[in-house]
C-alpha cells in the first residue's frame, strides 16, 4: 500500500469511527408494544396481561398499535399509547379508518469529555462541546385493502440529521424506509423487500447500550462495517422461517452493500436514500440464527444469535496494498434475562454478551467484544426506567497499525470503554437517556489522553 493510499485511508478511519450512536429506549419500547410485530397474526396473551397492569387499565389507543411498522424486527417501536399524543392531535383515528398509520421520534442530544481536552482541531464526539439532532417519521398502510395478502404492509419513513461537529456526523435528510413486509403461516414465514437499515434486522447492535459509542461511534461495530446499512437505507430482501413455537428463527438477506469508502462516501452518494447502486458497493449476504423468546413469556426471556456476512465489494488489503475481492465476518450474541421478580412485568436483571470478527488484513476493527448488564425497573415507583453498565473493547487491524507506524505515525491497537448509564421516562413519551463512559483511546490516531464523555439525550415519541 502507497503513502497516498495510506494517508487517504487514515483520514476515512478517522472520519468514519466518531459518530455517536444514540441509546435504544429497550426497556420503554418493549414494556409498551402489545405483541411482537413481525407476528402481527398471533399475539401473546401474557403482553396483554402485563400492559394492563403496569398502566392500570387497557387503553383504547392500544388499538392502532397494529398500524405500527414492521420493518425492523429488532428495535420495536413505542406503543402508541406511550406517545406524546397518543390521538396525534386528532389525527390519528382519522389516518386509522383509511388504513394508515404514524410514528416518529425527535432526538436532541448532547456529547462532552468532562476532562476538557479541547483542540484547535475536534478530533472524536464530545472532545469539544457536540450539539447534534436527529429525527425519524414513518407512515404505514395496510395493504391487505388492496387484496394483497400475508398481512401486507408498506412502510415509508424519511429520516434527518444536523450536528455542531459534521466531519462525525454528517448533516443528511433521505429515505430511511420504502419497503413491504408480509407474514405467513401464522408467523412462521417472514418476508420483506424494498429499502431499509439492514442492522435493524440482525444483531441487536444498541440493546441495552454501548459503552463504545461514546467517541469509536456505531461503525466501530463489525456487522455495520462489513456492508450492512447503518445510516441510509438500501434494496433488500430479507426472508425468516420460524419453526410452530416461533422462537427458532433464521432470518437472511440479500443486500447492496453500504460503501466501503465509508458512511460519509456513502451519504454523499446516495442522499435520497434510494440508489439502487452505489459506485464500490458489491452484494452483502446474511444469515442469521437465533432462538427468542418473548420479552413478557412467563419465564425468563432469552435470546440466542449467531450470524455470517459476507460482501463481494472491494477492499483495500492493508497487508498486500492490492484490493481484495471480498469481505467477511461472524458475530455471536446472546441476551439472558437473570432474575425474573413479577413474571408479569420484564422487570429485573439482564445481561446482554457480543463477540465479532471479521479479519484484520482488510478491516479495521477486527474484533470487538462487548457486555452489558442492564436493569428494566430499578425502582418500585419507575417501573418504565432502566439502568445499564458496559463494558466494550475494541481491537484494531495490526496490519493498518503496521502501516501507519511505517508512516512515522503512531496508533492504538485497541480501545477500551467502561459505562454507566441511565434512561428515565419523564412523562408520556418524553425519556431522558444520561451515561458517562471513560474511554480509553479514543481514536485510533493521533494518539489521545483517555476521555470521559457524558452523553444525554432527550427521545420525544409521537
Known amino acids: 500500500m502507497t503513502r497516498c493510499q495510506n494517508l487517504k485511508l487514515v483520514k476515512i478511519i478517522i472520519t468514519t469511527q466518531l459518530v455517536l450512536a444514540s441509546p435504544f429506549l429497550w426497556a420503554e419500547d418493549n414494556l409498551s408494544t402489545a405483541k411482537d410485530l413481525e407476528t402481527p397474526d398471533k399475539e401473546v396473551k401474557t403482553d396483554k396481561e402485563a400492559k394492563t397492569a403496569l398502566s392500570g387499565k387497557n387503553d383504547e389507543c392500544n388499538k392502532y398499535n397494529k398500524l405500527l411498522s414492521r420493518a425492523e424486527p429488532v428495535l420495536i417501536p413505542t406503543s402508541v399509547c406511550d406517545t406524546i399524543s397518543p390521538s396525534l392531535f386528532g389525527l390519528r383515528e382519522s389516518l386509522a379508518e383509511h388504513g394508515f398509520g404514524f410514528s416518529g421520534y425527535i432526538q436532541p442530544r448532547f456529547t462532552y469529555d468532562l476532562k476538557d481536552q479541547r483542540e484547535s482541531t475536534q478530533s472524536y464526539n464530545g472532545q469539544d462541546p457536540t450539539y447534534t439532532g436527529a429525527f425519524e417519521a414513518k407512515i404505514t398502510y395496510d395493504l391487505t385493502r388492496l387484496g394483497m395478502g400475508g398481512n401486507a404492509q408498506l412502510i415509508a419513513g424519511i429520516q434527518g440529521q444536523a450536528s455542531s461537529y459534521k466531519v462525525a456526523n454528517p448533516p443528511f435528510f433521505s429515505v430511511t424506509t420504502l419497503a413491504v413486509n408480509q407474514s405467513f403461516k401464522n408467523g412462521q414465514v417472514g418476508l420483506q423487500y424494498g429499502y431499509y437499515n439492514l442492522i435493524r434486522s440482525y444483531y441487536g447492535m444498541v440493546l441495552g447500550g454501548d459503552s463504545a459509542s461514546a467517541a469509536l461511534g456505531p461503525t466501530s461495530v463489525i456487522p455495520s462495517q462489513l456492508g450492512l446499512s447503518l445510516f441510509t437505507p438500501t434494496p433488500a430482501i430479507t426472508v425468516a422461517l420460524k419453526d410452530s413455537t416461533l422462537t427458532w428463527y433464521n432470518r437472511a438477506s440479500i443486500s447492496r452493500s453500504s460503501s466501503p469508502n465509508g458512511f460519509k462516501y456513502d451519504i454523499s452518494q446516495n ?150 448509564s441511565y434512561a428515565a421516562k419523564l412523562t408520556r413519551g418524553i425519556s431522558l437517556i444520561s451515561g458517562l463512559t471513560y474511554q480509553i483511546a479514543p481514536t485510533l490516531t493521533p494518539k489521545k489522553d483517555d476521555a470521559l464523555i457524558l452523553q444525554t439525550m432527550l427521545h420525544l415519541s409521537f
Open 271 to 420: 442522499p435520497s436514500g434510494l440508489e439502487f447502486k452505489v459506485k464500490g458497493s458489491g452484494t452483502v449476504f446474511v444469515d442469521e440464527i437465533g432462538y427468542k423468546t418473548p420479552l413478557m413469556a412467563p419465564g425468563k426471556s432469552v435470546w440466542f444469535r449467531a450470524g455470517g456476512i459476507y460482501n463481494t465489494s472491494n477492499v483495500d488489503n492493508f497487508e498486500t496494498g492490492a484490493k481484495s475481492s471480498d469481505n467477511y465476518g461472524g458475530y455471536g450474541a446472546m441476551t439472558l434475562q437473570l432474575t425474573k421478580p413479577n413474571p408479569m412485568s420484564p422487570k429485573g436483571l439482564y445481561i446482554d454478551t457480543k463477540y465479532d470478527y471479521a479479519p484484520s488484513d482488510r478491516n479495521l476493527f477486527t474484533k470487538n467484544f462487548q457486555m452489558t448488564a442492564f436493569y428494566i425497573s430499578p425502582f418500585e415507583n419507575r417501573p418504565r426506567d432502566m439502568i445499564s453498565l458496559g463494558y466494550s473493547k475494541v481491537t484494531y487491524s495490526k496490519e493498518m497499525v503496521a502501516n501507519l507506524a511505517k508512516l512515522g505515525v503512531e496508533a492504538e491497537k485497541d480501545s477500551t470503554a467502561y459505562s454507566l
